[in-house]
């Protein structure tokens, strides 16, 4: 099946820091999703990407497909508090339209 | 618009009990999953519906999952018997269509003992 890897597990940094995760995958995805999960609550969908080489901002947030349609990244600008969360890559690909998560990245931000 | 509802938030019980899991979509959505989450990882998928059918439980443990969606709206998830690697956070989602983004609730915590 699909498998994607998501880096780093876990980032520590302080406010006011640029962040940049990313994900890998070992089959060619259509799209690539990108979530934020708050403790106790459900993912919560940040950006969209549906094109290879899409470069999308939403807020202090950019994504990139990428050109292989097997990479994609999520960079933070200017980290908050808030920004605090585990964060996840989501692809979709081949026949089905099934969603295969990343294993997320922890992301933690130093007042 | 509110979002998917998912009831209850928590549930407690020891192993070889049932239990099951309801699912509100957001009003529309054609297709609606569940998925689970163990502590550590990301969401799994279990089995997913459009409209009252299923399209997909391939990763779905028959033998003591069931899910069903009669009328194509609330869905539940029932585990018979349960086992103590059950315990996870329950997750429901849907979208207007399977190709379109996924919303989630904030899902079920459950706990085996």
């Known amino acids: 099946g699909q498998q994607l890897n998501q880096s780093p597990q876990s980032m520590f940094i302080q406010e006011g820091e640029d962040v940049s995760m990313n994900c890998t995958s070992s089959?060619?995805?259509?799209?690539w999703l990108w979530y934020k999960q708050d403790p106790g609550e459900g993912p919560v969908l940040l950006i969209a990407?549906?094109?290879?080489?899409e470069l999308t901002s939403n807020g202090r947030l950019t994504a990139q497909f990428g050109i292989t349609r097997k990479d994609s990244f999520l960079n933070i600008s200017a980290s908050i508090p808030s920004d605090v969360g585990i964060y996840f890559c989501?692809?979709?690909?081949?026949?089905?339209?099934?969603?295969?998560f990343g294993k997320g990245t922890l992301l933690t931000v130093n007042p | 618009e509110a979002g998917v509802a998912q009831s209850p938030r928590y549930k407690i019980i020891e192993k070889r009990q049932s239990v099951a899991f309801w699912c509100n979509p957001i009003?529309?959505?054609?297709?609606l999953y569940w998925y689970q989450q163990i502590l550590g990882q990301g969401p799994k998928l279990l089995i997913q519906?459009?409209?009252?059918?299923?399209?997909?439980d391939s990763q779905l443990p028959k033998d003591r999952f069931s899910a069903e969606r009669l009328k194509g709206v609330d869905s539940t998830l029932k585990i018979q018997p349960a086992k103590l690697e059950d315990s996870a956070v329950y997750l429901c989602?849907?979208?207007?269509?399977?190709?379109?983004?996924?919303?989630f609730g904030d899902g079920t915590r459950l706990s085996i003992l």
């Open positions: 989602a849907s979208s207007l269509q399977d190709d379109q983004p996924q919303h």
């Open positions: 089959s060619i995805f259509n799209t």
């Open positions: 519906f459009q409209n009252n059918g299923v399209v997909d």
């Open positions: 989501a692809g979709r690909g081949g026949s089905n339209y099934k969603l295969t």
């Open positions: 990407l549906y094109k290879a080489g």
């Open positions: 009003s529309g959505h054609a297709t």
